[in-house]
């Protein structure tokens, strides 16, 4: 396994490294301090040609003026707080009326400190920033540290923990975009896709949930077992911008044409799944405008707005504990879904 270091640029005078680990398959995983975003993930296909297999750019600029979130740890809330409301917090409204994604400059617009941490079977990178009191109006002093681990059997193991100094709110994820076919040669309408969930989180005209949880039995919100993305967005044209609330924390993105598989296991409570229909945009990705369905989105989480619904897990922290929250990516391959 190795380690390599580029310096990718500057934000605010601090430095921006890319990190190149390898692992002893020769795969390749890229991050950056800026947003602790995952820039690249190179694993094989079937016929062994290694591709990437993540939406990313190659420049900081692109990451810091057009970013989606491409690869990035976003935070300290996932997902939409109506009326960026929390009891007699006002967080920043940074959608409309509603705050998103932890307000501006969170954590996937912000320099982390970094250090390369290394392991028998692991290489990976350690991020740290701490989120001073009153960021975006939340309370208490809060340092989150992310963990990246690739591992010799292609695994990008993802563990985040925080600790707080005032009870405060917490729900970080990973917002990567994934497409399996390699390098975004072609769109992830023929990926298929599984999702251990029985239900999801129905939401309003603001995409913020309405704190009902639908059964998927019958509607084309039913992963449980695998479906193809081409097939299931013909039954649902606007795509899915959707929680799903997790029974076992499994999720599977299979790409038939170059037979690689992502299984995720999650300790999280829900994934959000994020197709990109009509994502239309100016900026190039992989040499080409964004456009719809080049990537999806799973971005392993709580449900979002649960300050708002009780029944929903609670992402309120408190003083005196550690919090970690774990995520594995586990990339292989196959010829066909068993
Ligand atoms: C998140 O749920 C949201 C989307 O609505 C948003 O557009 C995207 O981030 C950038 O997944």
Partial sequence: MECSKLVYGYKDRKEVIEYRLVNDQGNVFRCLNYGAVVTAIEVPDTSGQIENVVLGFNN???????????GAIVGRVAGRIKHGRWGK???SKNEGQNHIHGGSQNFSQVVWDSEIITGADYIGVLFTHTSPHDDN??????????????????????????????TTLFNPTNHTYFNLSGNVKRTILEHTLQISSDTFAETDRDKCPTGRLLFVEGTPFDFRKPVRLGHAIHEQPSGYDTPFKLTSGFIQ???????????????????????????????????ENMSSHRGIALETQELPDAVHHPQFQSIVIHPGRTYTYQTEYHFSVEDSLS
């Fill in 89 to 91: 917090y006002q967080l």
């Fill in 137 to 166: 109006g939340y309370p208490g002093n809060l340092k989150v540290q992310v963990r990246y681990y690739w591992t010799n059997d292609n695994c990008w193991k993802m563990e985040i923990t925080a600790v707080t100094d005032e």
């Fill in 60 to 70: 900081l600029k692109d990451y810091m003026e057009d970013s989606p979130y491409f």
């Fill in 253 to 287: 993105l299979f790409d038939d044409g170059s037979g690689r598989k992502l299984t995720i296991q999650t300790d999280r409570e829900a994934v959000v799944v994020f197709s990109t229909t009509g994502m239309d945009e100016e900026y190039l990705v992989a040499g």
